[in-house]
């Protein structure tokens, strides 16, 4: 219901995807009858799949995860093997309590270093997948690891292994530290009291051992690394803020996106601007938005949206005023929800728009019939919003 739920305030049962209201009431029916919790249209917990998880502490060190969304690796942040089936594993898995699947390889990815003022974990994973390619996860879990992620907080790490799936890898995880256990103690399906401590026992003995050996490993210094946004049709079509189109791109992507070889990034004009996604609809990818945006305003004919990734998340940016700052600089505040992340023949942008995008995905009409799409942090995407063109953040961050 995440993936079509109407996100405009006061929606109900509506949505604009067809045959989506007999999805969302049928879901509902069928979840009552078989006794299943359900974070439903109106429920305060509602919201994406892959940020409620986390929120209520159902997602938890060392646990197999399992959900008919490619995104669900983002909870291998928590230290568990999650990732994403189709529809009818879903139902096997549902039914039997077991899935078969290929073992995958392991891959360490280390991030040595610290990144710089400005870089974020979507530009982390965004290089990652620049410099080694769409499929250079294939078939293998992988383990993030080094300064760089231990440094990250729960929300930045969770960016991060959303990502691995577009990577195609099987899932990515991060070991369980002491941020993990901060994070989802007291949360409402996390253990607690006694069986805490004996939780808290077992997540400890789960990182990989020093001397662990991988089948392949990956090393990027993150202090090279600078704000990223894509010029083509694929994640791996990525460059840094201050580079250019390659010189000798593949034709399809370039023809799609309207761009041209050896063309700079910053500065292309922009119809549109979207926050949200389970990639970066937290809590603080609006703090860091908001932070850009106060006292600013969008360019004249440039659409904005901020769609919180749960309505958790959305009533704590209530509360601390975030939704003012987004709606004085011309944003659009919405309810929760997958919303333009994806196009399933519902809401999206007018035709041929180009929009920057915290989602992450910007495959060919991904977003809507002929949508081009620019991935990047929410902080691009606010700074660019605010230019009327792709802009680095770091210069309104100055």
Same mark, same amino acid.
């Given at each position: &219901?995440?993936?079509?739920?109407?996100?405009?305030?006061?929606?109900?049962?509506? @949505?604009? &995807?067809?045959?989506?209201?007999?999805?969302?009431?049928?879901?509902?029916?069928?979840?009552? $009858?078989?006794?299943?919790?359900?974070?439903?249209?109106?429920?305060?917990?509602?919201?994406?799949?892959?940020?409620?998880?986390?929120?209520?502490?159902?997602?938890?060190?060392?646990? !197999?995860?399992?959900?008919?969304?490619?995104?669900?690796?983002?909870?291998?942040?928590?230290?568990?093997?999650?990732?994403?089936?189709?529809?009818?594993?879903?139902?096997?898995?549902?039914?039997?309590? @077991?899935?078969?699947?290929?073992?995958?390889?392991?891959?360490?990815?280390?991030?040595? %270093? &610290?990144?710089?003022?400005?870089? !974020?974990?979507?530009?982390?994973?965004?290089?990652?997948?620049?410099?080694?390619?769409?499929?250079?996860?294939?078939?293998?879990? +992988? $383990?993030?690891?080094?300064?760089?992620?231990?440094?990250?907080?729960?929300?930045?790490?969770?960016?991060?292994?959303?990502?691995?799936? =577009?990577? *195609?890898?099987?899932?990515?995880?991060?070991?369980?530290?002491?941020?993990?256990?901060?994070?989802?103690?007291?949360?409402?399906? #996390?253990?607690?009291?006694?069986?805490? =401590?004996?939780a808290l026992a077992d997540w400890r003995t789960l990182a990989s051992d020093p001397g662990a050996r991988f089948?392949?490993?990956?090393?990027?210094?993150? #202090?090279?690394? =600078?704000?990223?946004? *894509?010029?083509? !049709?694929?994640?791996?079509?990525?460059?840094?803020?201050?580079?250019?189109?390659?010189?000798?791109?593949?034709?399809?992507?370039?023809?799609?996106?309207?761009?041209?070889?050896?063309?700079?990034?910053?500065?292309?004009?922009?119809?549109?601007?979207?926050?949200?996604?389970?990639?970066?609809?937290?809590?603080?990818?609006?703090?860091? #938005?908001?932070?850009?945006?106060?006292?600013?305003? +969008?360019?004249?004919?440039?659409?904005?949206?901020?769609?919180? %990734?749960?309505?958790?998340?959305?009533?704590?940016? =209530?509360?601390?005023?975030?939704?003012?700052?987004?709606?004085?600089?011309?944003?659009?505040?919405?309810?929760?929800?997958? *919303? &333009?992340?994806?196009?399933?023949?519902? $809401?999206?942008?007018?035709?041929?728009?180009?929009?920057?995008?915290?989602?992450?995905?910007?495959?060919?009409?991904?977003?809507?019939?002929?949508?081009?799409?620019?991935?990047?942090?929410?902080? @691009?995407?606010?700074?660019?919003?605010?230019?009327?063109?792709?802009?680095?953040?770091?210069?309104?961050?100055?």
């Amino acid at each position: &219901m995440d993936h079509i739920v109407d996100t405009r305030p006061g929606r109900g049962d509506q @949505t604009l &995807m067809p045959g989506g209201q007999a999805f969302i009431t049928e879901t509902r029916s069928a979840a009552r $009858e078989a006794g299943i919790t359900l974070f439903d249209v109106t429920d305060p917990d509602q919201g994406i799949v892959h940020v409620i998880s986390p929120e209520l502490g159902i997602v938890l060190p060392g646990c !197999t995860l399992i959900a008919p969304d490619s995104h669900s690796c983002t909870q291998g942040a928590f230290g568990a093997l999650a990732w994403g089936i189709g529809s009818s594993e879903a139902e096997h898995a549902m039914a039997t309590g @077991t899935l078969r699947m290929v073992r995958p390889r392991t891959m360490r990815v280390r991030f040595t %270093g &610290m990144p710089g003022p400005g870089v !974020t974990p979507k530009d982390m994973i965004l290089t990652l997948i620049a410099r080694y390619g769409a499929g250079g996860g294939k078939g293998y879990a +992988v $383990e993030f690891t080094g300064e760089a992620i231990d440094a990250l907080d729960m929300e930045g790490r969770m960016t991060l292994c959303n990502m691995a799936t =577009e990577f *195609s890898a099987m899932t990515g995880m991060i070991a369980p530290d002491e941020k993990t256990f901060r994070w989802l103690r007291g949360r409402r399906y #996390a253990p607690r009291g006694a069986m805490l =401590e004996r939780a808290l026992a077992d997540w400890r003995t789960l990182a990989s051992d020093p001397g662990a050996r991988f089948d392949s490993e990956v090393e990027i210094d993150a #202090a090279t690394i =600078e704000p990223m946004v *894509s010029w083509g !049709t694929s994640p791996e079509h990525s460059v840094g803020i201050s580079g250019q189109v390659p010189d000798d791109p593949p034709e399809r992507p370039i023809r799609y996106m309207g761009v041209q070889p050896g063309q700079k990034l910053a500065g292309i004009p922009i119809d549109a601007a979207f926050i949200g996604s389970c990639t970066n609809g937290r809590l603080s990818d609006l703090r860091r #938005a908001a932070a850009l945006l106060k006292g600013r305003h +969008v360019a004249p004919g440039v659409r904005a949206l901020a769609v919180p %990734g749960s309505m958790a998340v959305r009533r704590a940016a =209530e509360a601390e005023g975030l939704d003012a700052i987004f709606t004085d600089a011309g944003f659009e505040w919405r309810m929760s929800g997958c *919303s &333009m992340c994806f196009y399933a023949g519902g $809401e999206s942008f007018p035709a041929g728009s180009r929009v920057i995008s915290s989602t992450n995905r910007n495959f060919e009409g991904r977003q809507g019939p002929a949508i081009r799409t620019h991935i990047a942090s929410p902080e @691009t995407v606010a700074a660019s919003a605010i230019a009327g063109h792709i802009a680095d953040p770091r210069e309104l961050a100055q």
